[in-house]
């Protein structure tokens, strides 16, 4: 289990996160607890540190001095468990069987993960088969040679995916403020509804959009066999249902073809087509009808709808024309057929600079035009000629692995 700063506030909260520890091993549960810092103490630091030292902070001594919150942390658990007569170790990153291996990227470094595997079979899993408690601090890494590293925001969730990859442990636990995922911010929206259990894929979505629940840097660990709860610590009981995160995602840039049939697109335009829904309704529930809808993209004046090109589209085209010709916000269409519907798809897409820009500047220099394109949840979608599909999916891909410029 990865115990949040919120559940460590305090010396109340410590001891009632010790005593839900305790009650799994006494029931024979095979135990490794993962700490973030205690409350706030990370932004305390964070903001102590560049006010003080005017933001030009060296960024390995800012990890050096960010770690030490998670650092205390681990002490101070440890020596609870070991009050309450459990045997219990913690791990710092300057021990020499420390698990977690990083790259050198200070403030947002990368683990390595196949050196982390290893290292936590070698020196966490002995010990979690005795029945002893590791406790490992969250957030913080170290180099090969010997330097300590941060993982960012969401980093204690990283580890703590990382760990039970590696144990293959049956179950994370993530313990928080809130009683699991809501279906809104609680500080924005006054009555969200607790999410009973949530995809990964659809859990990104929320986190691309800037609702920070799980940060996808860390979701990218988490393995498709091992489940997440997210509980509250309120209830100091482990066995909390919270919410369940099923699924992974997958941890490379990729792309692919999305339909196995040619589509098409419906370009409408008219003047205030967005301040008309109802015709939107009408025109996407058309679509429905005659096709299976892929997309659909709206600015003020024009709308694009995405379909399948299925059989003879002339039926859908009719349909579409006759909505379009009825009302005043809707003046004329265009139609292309015969599209490819490409999807590029990964974690980090959204922290990927120039993506984009490279994509379609790949496609133009082999003499593929893009007839359309969304972005949505980690993935962009694209529509290209049909017949030059295979060009555009080898040059996409041979472009996201680095082999084109």
């Avoid at 698990?99 to 470094?109: K, W």
């Avoid at 911010?185 to 259990?197: F, G, R, V, Y």
Wanted: aromatic residues 4%; contains cysteine; glycine residues 8%.
């Amino acid at each position: 289990m990865k115990y949040g700063g919120g559940s460590l506030a305090d010396h109340e909260k410590i001891s009632r996160a010790v005593l839900a520890v305790s009650k799994e091993v006494k029931k024979g549960v095979q135990v490794a607890v993962v700490v973030s810092a205690m409350g706030k103490t990370t932004d305390t630091l964070l903001t102590v540190a560049n006010n003080a030292c005017g933001g030009n902070i060296d960024r390995r001594e800012l990890d050096d001095i960010l770690a030490m919150g998670e650092r205390t942390s681990i002490r101070l658990f440890t020596a609870i468990l070991n009050a309450v007569g459990l045997d219990s170790r913690y791990f710092d990153p300057l021990d020499q069987d420390w698990p977690i291996i990083t790259d050198d990227v200070f403030t947002d470094a990368n683990p390595i993960t196949e050196e982390c595997d290893d290292r936590i079979k070698r020196y966490i899993l002995p010990l979690v088969e005795k029945g002893v408690v590791p406790v490992i601090a969250g957030f913080v890494g170290r180099t090969a040679d010997g330097r300590i590293t941060t993982l960012g925001r969401g980093g204690s969730d990283t580890t703590a995916f990382i760990l039970a990859r590696a144990l293959k442990a049956d179950e994370v636990i993530l313990v928080t403020d809130a009683d699991g995922i809501m279906s809104a911010d609680p500080k924005i929206i006054a009555n969200p509804q607790k999410l009973p259990e949530i995809d990964v894929g659809t859990l990104v979505a929320l986190a691309d959009s800037g609702a920070k629940f799980i940060h996808t840097k860390a979701l990218k660990y988490k393995d498709s066999c091992t489940n997440v709860r997210v509980i509250s610590h309120t209830h100091g009981d482990l066995r909390e249902n919270g919410t369940l995160i099923t699924g992974a995602l997958e941890s490379e840039l990729d792309v692919n073809i999305a339909n196995n049939s040619p589509a098409l697109s419906i370009t409408i335009v008219g003047k205030g087509i967005c301040d008309a829904p109802l015709i939107m309704q009408k025109l996407a529930e058309e679509t429905r009808v005659h096709s299976s809808l892929i997309g659909l993209s709206v600015n003020h004046n024009s709308m694009i709808l995405y379909a399948v090109q299925e059989g003879d589209p002339e039926l859908l085209l009719e349909k579409i024309h006759d909505i379009v010709i009825k009302h005043k916000e809707t003046i004329a269409m265009s139609v292309k057929l015969s599209l490819a519907f490409l999807k590029i798809h990964g974690v980090g897409l959204e922290k990927t600079p120039g993506i984009i820009g490279k994509v379609s500047d790949t496609l133009r220099t082999h003499g593929i035009n893009i007839f359309g394109i969304l972005t949505i949840t980690s993935s962009i979608l694209l529509f290209v000629d049909w017949n030059l599909k295979e060009i555009a999916l080898n040059v996409v891909k041979e472009s996201l692995r680095g082999g084109e410029k």
